[in-house]
């Protein structure tokens, strides 16, 4: 604050002019002031507007500057993407060296990284999707129900290095994602370079062609399964005798675990394995040609839990096939090279073979309860096909069959029952040739029979578990799917009753015709 005196030096004298012009009248001034001034009130008003003026052109540029980087902004936004922008320019990265990559795509993490990213944009890519599909009825046909047509072929699933000139060994179904279709194969005589057992699992659900995992080891793959009660895993017997288990989770081909070859253990081919129990006890079952039985635990395979030997009359039971009835953890069947079938126990008093059931003139080459479950009960009944260009019908309560079937004109490789009708079961064989049999309707013709377009021998089948769908797979490792239309996959609700009625009429045919052995 600045104190500014005024002070009137000439007071008289003005005061005297003053009064000589307004006719001597006196005239009182006031004595000298102290003015206070704010320095504010000495701010020159030129000065005021212009920094007036000044803030007002800074607000408009600040405004001007803000517009034109949002349209710089937008402008990028709508412009394809330089590779060469100003931020590339000045953050530049740094290229890696051969030797870089290399290790980058050798390690684990990369590899399981692509390996699970290329199985999605695989299926991606393979899915056929009409988008202009029409909903409107326009595209329908009156196709009726065809009776001639109940099978289809659906799908074909193989793989130019990992099925061919490789023989089906083994399928099955996973019992939680039922589109997963596993395949065993044996050895590659041309590829000697390639391991010689083989283990894909095809996904029915995408149309890719390719497996959705490939494993391998190195013996042939004899029998494969899924593990029940472990999702994740994949047991496998092979034909130097080792039980080798893969998981689908660890990300490698190889397995994880493997028996030793050992007198503990088994020495020769297994064409049998099984994981019977429950959630909370069960095991693996495997069979092998030199007639040892072996019990599993699926946390170690270093050594059996328990052994049994399969003898009749000193004499070792080369099995070839084996199956449990619905639900049965002791109890099961055997197919021996000799043609004859064997009921035996795992435990208990009676544990080996109990009974012979003889029919075949040649080996045995599949066997399989009946696991259809309604309003009657016909898990007594198994059916066993062979070399000897039939398929029989047996029940366990008799020791000699209740029917032979004697449509084939060459080797019978396997035979299974419908899971869901008690009356249908298949068949192939050598010829490449696929029959269904309702053995309500007839039991000397099978109601549908297709010449398959394998070029070979079928050699394996397996149903879906809803009894929908027909898996047959070829000794040049091509896999067929068929599709059963529902008139002969979906049992009537008096399917049970003719089943029994059948069977008493059989049992009486039996018992009037003795088969010669």
């Not at 003898?311 to 099961?332: D, P, Y």
Request: proline content about 4%; some cysteine; charged content about 25%.
């Amino acid at each position: 604050r600045f104190v500014v005196v005024a002070v009137v030096s000439s007071l008289s004298t003005v005061s005297s002019g003053i009064n000589a012009e307004y006719g001597g009248d006196q005239i009182d001034i006031n004595p000298s002031q102290l003015i206070e001034y704010e320095k504010i009130t000495q701010t020159d008003e030129s000065a005021l507007q212009q920094a007036i003026k000044e803030l007002e052109e800074k607000a408009a540029r600040e405004e001007e500057e803000k517009k034109r980087k949002e349209e710089e902004a937008e402008k990028q936004d709508t412009e394809p993407v330089d590779n060469k922008t100003t931020e590339e320019e000045e953050v530049k990265m740094q290229e890696l060296t051969d030797d870089q990559k290399g290790q980058i795509m050798s390690s684990q993490d990369f590899r399981a990284f692509f390996d699970s990213a290329s199985r999605v944009i695989e299926k991606a890519l393979s899915e056929k999707i009409d988008p202009y599909f029409p909903y409107c009825g326009d595209n329908l046909k009156d196709s009726g129900d065809n009776a001639d047509e109940l099978l289809r072929c659906d799908r074909v699933f193989e793989d130019e290095r990992w099925t061919r000139n490789r023989c089906v060994t083994s399928f099955d179904v996973h019992s939680k994602y039922p589109e997963l279709l596993l395949t065993s194969y044996n050895n590659n005589e041309e590829a000697p370079n390639e391991p010689e057992g083989v283990v894909l699992v095809w996904n029915k659900k995408f149309s890719k062609t390719s497996p959705e995992y490939i494993f391998h080891c190195q013996s042939p793959v004899m029998a494969a399964c899924f593990a029940r009660f472990q999702p994740n895993l994949i047991l496998g017997g092979t034909y130097s005798g080792q039980i080798v288990a893969w998981d689908m989770r660890a990300g490698k081909r190889t397995p994880i675990q493997r028996s030793p070859l050992s007198a503990s253990a088994h020495t020769h081919p297994v064409f049998c394995l099984q994981v019977v129990g429950t959630q909370n006890a069960h095991n693996l079952i495997s069979v092998a040609t030199d007639g040892k039985l072996c019990s599993w635990s699926l946390d170690m395979l270093s050594q059996p839990q328990d052994q049994l030997e399969l003898q009749q009359k000193n004499r070792i039971v080369a099995v070839t096939s084996m199956s449990f009835a619905l639900g049965e953890v002791n109890s099961f069947l055997v197919g021996s090279e000799e043609g004859v079938l064997f009921s035996c126990s795992r435990h208990g008093n009676k544990a080996g073979i109990n009974e012979a059931f003889e029919g075949h003139h040649g080996p045995v080459t599949g066997i399989d309860f009946n696991k259809a479950v309604g309003q009657g009960d016909f898990s007594h009944l198994f059916i066993s096909s062979s070399t000897d260009w039939t398929v029989k019908l047996w029940s366990n309560k008799i020791s000699k069959p209740l029917h032979s079937f004697e449509n084939a004109n060459d080797y019978v490789f396997d035979a299974k029952w419908s899971p869901v009708h008690p009356a249908v079961f298949a068949t192939v064989d050598a010829m490449g040739r696929l029959d269904i049999w309702n053995i309500n309707t007839d039991t000397e013709i099978p109601v549908v029979s297709v010449q398959t377009n394998a070029r070979s021998a079928i050699n394996r089948l397996q149903w879906s578990s809803n009894g929908r769908e027909i898996h047959i797979g070829d000794c040049d490792g091509k896999v067929f799917v068929y599709e059963v239309k529902e008139k002969l996959a979906s049992p009537r609700s008096e399917e049970w009753q003719r089943l029994s009625d059948t069977l008493t009429e059989l049992q009486q045919q039996a018992a009037e015709t003795p088969i010669a052995v």
